[in-house]
């Protein structure tokens, strides 16, 4: 199944980014085997929250014992990528070290999934996406104008420009060693991804069309086409009208007259706020929604989590699709991207680690089930 058919990766549990790049390796066809610690849940797994770690097979090493080290390195040979979620240092105090590891096996990508990297003034510090997208300026540039800026969840730093990128480093980085035969280590920093994600607005403020005061720019809040609108129900529709064909249209369905809404006359940006923001108020939001279904105008509902997966073109597309784990009831979003010769399609069921392990050639050196310790 998927296109990484026969990729070996070995991914020390984590937290976050390393979990979710581990997932989308295993989603498009790796073999991901998770080495947790003994007698140590992870943060969500004792709330039954993890969807993160669902249905990949499991081994409990005690990496601070020189027999659990041993068993590692011995599984390490025989793998084509590592995940390390720790700080800078950890691997290394446990032996574990990229140069101890590529002596063992020349052709394994390491891949260090870290907050600030493996070097610089921050690398030992403590962070998380808040912090990392704050240095870089998306968090400062993510505001209403004279507000506080907000945050988009933890989706920045952790899985766009961590876990993400963790997953194209180490496929990158594979593609390689197969070719030449020789591994290497991929740092992977969330405050680089996140940065690299600011790519095209750094661009438009650096060629003079960004403000540098948030809120008053054409993604931001800025422009009164671009933003959520409250409805009669105090729900919200998200318009997104940026082009001029898209914008005509907008105002055709709303009643409102062309030439009564030129769409870059930037003073007048607060007064077509403030109508467009009365119009909207008049209907409720699947009132909106079905009147711009169809319709190229950019006009969606503003939907909860609780209502993603049962919206037509989530069930369309098969957006979300049950959980890996046998018996789990619950369902997350569907692997991607989509591909049509070599398909990513969930098991049924992970395999043992065991198994999984005798597949690979060392079932012998390992053979303690989930939750012992080596």
């Known amino acids: 199944m998927g296109p990484l058919r026969g990729v070996r ?17 295993a989603d498009l066809g790796a073999e991901v085997l998770r080495i947790t610690r003994p007698g140590v849940a992870t943060l969500l797994a004792d709330e039954g ?30 793998a084509d990528a590592l995940i390390d979620p720790f700080r800078p240092g950890v691997m290394e105090r446990n032996g574990l070290g990229p140069d101890v590891v590529l002596t063992r096996n020349p052709r394994l990508v390491y891949a260090r999934m870290t907050g600030y990297g493996q070097e610089g003034p921050m690398a030992p510090r403590a962070g998380h996406d808040i912090n990392y997208i704050s240095l870089v300026g998306a968090l400062g540039a993510s505001a209403r104008e004279g507000q506080p800026p907000l945050f988009p969840l933890n989706l920045l730093a952790d899985f766009g420009g961590g876990g993400m990128l963790l997953a194209l480093g180490v496929v990158s980085a594979v593609l390689h060693a197969r070719a030449t035969g020789e591994g290497q280590v991929v740092d992977v920093a969330m405050v680089d991804g996140a940065a690299l994600l600011t790519t095209m607005i750094q ?18 809040s800025g422009a009164p086409f671009y933003d959520v609108y409250e409805t009669a129900d105090g729900r919200y529709v998200a318009v997104g009208a940026l082009e001029p064909q898209f914008h005509r249209r907008l105002l055709e369905l709303l009643g409102i007259p062309a030439d009564e809404m030129s769409q870059w006359d930037r003073e007048r940006w607060p007064a077509h706020r403030a109508r467009l923001a009365e119009t909207f108020r008049a209907r409720t939001r699947d009132e ?6 169809g319709e190229d105008a950019c006009v969606t509902p503003v939907l909860g989590l609780h209502e993603a997966a049962e919206h037509p073109h989530a069930h369309a597309r098969r957006a979300f699709v049950p959980a890996p784990s046998p018996g789990d009831a619950r369902t997350r979003p569907a692997p991607a991207p989509r591909f049509a010769r070599t398909p990513a399609e969930l098991p049924a069921a992970s395999p043992d680690a065991d198994e999984l392990l005798r597949r690979w050639g060392v079932a012998d050196d390992v053979s303690t089930r989930r939750g012992g310790s080596e």
Do not use: C, H, Y
Not at 9 to 20: D, K, R, S, T
């Open 9 to 25: 990766v070995v991914e020390l549990a984590g937290i976050g980014p390393g979990p979710f790049g581990a997932m989308v390796l």
């Open 49 to 78: 929250a993890d969807l993160l770690s669902a249905g990949r097979p499991e081994r409990a090493l005690d990496l601070k014992e020189a027999a659990g080290v041993e068993r590692a390195l011995r599984i390490l040979e025989r």
């Open 203 to 220: 661009g438009l403020r650096q060629s003079g069309m960004w403000s540098e005061i948030a809120g008053t720019n054409l993604l931001d």
């Open 288 to 293: 909106w929604a079905e009147l711009f279904a």
